[in-house]
């Protein structure tokens, strides 16, 4: 292919990847006036956040193929260094397959029932995830204009469904979201009830809504081992068993007990959400989970961030430079931070010291204590029309954009833009889709938590009703929870598999398929035929606490693994705020439909202030001339 010039050589911040993080933060960072160019090796949006025909997860592995997820020839670009800058030999290589789906989809395994001309028309999301209705994902949706071209659908039930049987919850149940489904219950003891009001009662009186807390950005902090468990919790309202188990599972969302104070949290984000757009807490993108980092990409795009797709970034190094750089002493306090002068020889030069992540947040932190010095700001003159004018130096980090390079102050990539030995795999997550003529469920929009005989609970969610076949067909989403706690924050050193929960997790793909076949051998379901069926393990990959990477190289945590958008929403944020220490994160923007629907009806009112002006001063006129005209009247004849 023939190598097109990229006129981009100077921007504060490249981002890779445009999974729901980068997304955020493009448009975050673009608000307050930095230079953003966001970039992707796929040719769409979304990475792991994305919504795919669900015929494509089948060729996630392949190399060199035609599938959407699978690897694509990236663009090439010509040198557009004036000084023919290029990456040194000790510069930092990026994955050679960063960005391919078939790094982190694993052991796809599928079960076709139907022709693939019939199954083109099925969209699925790689990582499905609900949004609730009164969390921070909504808000922000609101302050941004893009936001109101997003289309959602309520969930319309939940559902709990115990495999064992042994908590009484043999068949699938509702999940009660008022008092009056609380009593009306079936499955539910008088007992039960009582308890469960109580509870209920209590966390809406105790528990702060999500939306107030904060709960939903993931920042509640690490569980306290101190502090007593959801279960004590639980046992002090004399809630059974049975009913801990479907409160636990079923509202908080939670794989095991843990800090009481996140409990009520999630208690309290549950029944926060209650009534806001339907009568569950949830709600579903309706045509999939890919619009939401699209719809953020939009609002950065109209705020000036550059975008380049099927883009494959070769190399990330520091700038040369003479000067020396001020880093914190290892002896510093806090409180009292001390710095101490320290060289460092620039890439064309001595191989700069590798720094382990401990440092690399130590110096960054040091580095941006004033948002003037790590960042660019635009502005414009007041009065004036002309468009931002940037005034920053050159950037203090390359990029090699498969041939071109860019400076910036800092880049920021997803883990799968690292080298495989700079990663650590936290979590392997084993994921399936069932494609069937009607729902299992009796419902496309059904959030269902089954608990698995293998002690972990398995999420179904329904793949809302843009999703499915013009016949009517049914998607359904189904995928084990994480056993580590998102709202604890644990860093990639804590919550590392070792080989037998690495071996467990892989294998956990058969006992999915055991979910699957228990799914649709239920009693109830009327779902007609199965189409489709295709599982999958998803590897969650961290940073490694042992990478040596380029100083000003950020990596964001992967969130693929929860149920929510909490984490990456947390982990925008803290990124955000590293970066612009003073700034807001996506404040509330005006609409450019209001604003112009205000600029008419004033132009309408000053007009209409002309004319009555030009009215009175006819009238008056008028007037005036009738007084001359009588006065200069001659008298009549007698």
């Not at 306290?224 to 908080?252: K, M, Q």
Request: with cysteine.
């Amino acid at each position: 292919a023939v190598p097109m010039e990229l006129e981009i050589t100077d921007v504060d911040i490249v981002l890779l990847g445009t999974g729901l993080p980068q997304a955020l933060l493009a448009g975050a960072l673009s608000v307050q006036g930095l230079s953003v160019l966001h970039v992707d090796k796929n040719d769409y949006y979304g990475e792991r956040w994305s919504t795919v025909p669900v015929l494509d997860l089948e060729g996630a592995q392949r190399e060199n193929g035609s599938d959407r997820l699978a690897f694509s020839r990236p663009k090439n670009f010509m040198n557009n260094n004036a000084d023919g800058e290029t990456a040194p030999d000790n510069a930092y290589k990026l994955s050679e397959s960063a960005g391919d789906a078939g790094s982190w989809v694993l052991d796809v395994r599928s079960q076709r029932l139907v022709d693939e001309a019939e199954l083109r028309g099925v969209l699925a999301d790689v990582a499905p995830r609900l949004v609730w209705s009164a969390g921070s994902i909504v808000s922000y949706l609101r302050n941004i204009p893009i936001g109101r071209f997003l289309e959602f659908v309520p969930v319309e039930s939940c559902l709990f469904l115990d495999m064992e049987g042994s908590s009484g919850f043999a068949e699938a149940i509702r999940v009660p979201s008022s008092k009056s489904e609380v009593f009306q219950s079936t499955a539910l003891s008088m007992l039960q009830k009582r308890s469960l009001m109580r509870l209920l009662r209590a966390a809406t009186t105790s528990a702060p809504r999500a939306a107030e807390s904060g709960e939903d950005d993931g920042n509640t902090g690490v569980s306290d081992s101190s502090n007593p468990g959801s279960e004590d919790l639980l046992h002090s309202f004399t809630v059974d068993a049975s009913v801990a188990l479907l409160v636990r599972d079923a509202v908080c969302l939670r794989q095991n007990d843990g800090d009481i104070s996140v409990t009520k949290a999630r208690l309290g984000r549950y029944l926060g959400s209650l009534g806001v757009f339907g009568r569950t807490p949830f709600l579903l993108p309706l045509y999939g989970v890919g619009e939401l980092p699209q719809a953020f990409c939009r609002h950065a795009a109209v705020h000036g961030a550059q975008y380049i797709l099927r883009s494959s970034p070769r190399a990330v190094w520091e700038a040369p430079s003479s000067s020396t750089e001020l880093i914190p002493d290892a002896s510093a306090v806090d409180g009292d931070q001390s710095f101490a002068s320290s060289p460092r020889e620039g890439p064309n030069g001595i191989e700069s010291t590798p720094c382990n992540v401990e440092e690399e947040q130590k110096r960054n932190s040091a580095a941006e204590v004033s948002p003037n010095h790590s960042a660019t700001r635009h502005h414009t003159e007041e009065g004036s029309d002309d468009k931002p004018r940037t005034e920053s130096a050159n950037g203090s980090l390359r990029v090699d954009l498969n041939g071109a390079v860019v400076r910036a102050q800092h880049v920021i990539a997803s883990p799968e833009y690292l080298q495989a030995s700079d990663l650590v795999v936290t979590a392997y997550v084993p994921r399936a889709i069932l494609v069937t003529e009607k729902p299992i469920f009796g419902s496309d929009l059904c959030f269902t938590v089954v608990a698995g005989k293998d002690g972990f609970r398995y999420h179904c969610v329904g793949g809302g009703r843009g999703s499915g076949l013009s016949r009517g067909a049914s998607v359904l989403h189904v995928y084990r929870v994480l056993d580590d706690d998102p709202d604890t924050g644990a860093s990639p050193a804590t919550c590392g598999r070792t080989s037998s929960q690495e071996e467990n997790d892989i294998n956990g793909s058969d006992a999915m398929n055991e979910v699957l076949d228990f799914l649709l051998s239920l009693p109830n379901a009327e779902y007609g035929k199965l189409l489709y069926r295709v599982s999958y393990v998803h590897a969650v990959r961290s940073l490694s606490p042992s990478a040596s990477l380029p100083l000003g190289l950020k990596v964001t945590r992967d969130s693929g693994g929860f149920v929510d958008a909490a984490g990456a929403i947390g982990e925008a944020r803290r990124l955000f705020e590293e970066i612009v220490p003073d700034g807001t994160f996506l404040p509330p923007m005006p609409d450019p439909e209001d604003e112009q629907l205000a600029r008419e009806i004033e132009q309408r009112e000053r007009e209409a202030n002309t004319k009555v002006s030009v009215s009175i001063d006819v009238d008056e006129a008028l007037e005036q001339a009738v007084v001359r005209v009588s006065l200069e009247e001659p008298p009549h004849a007698s």
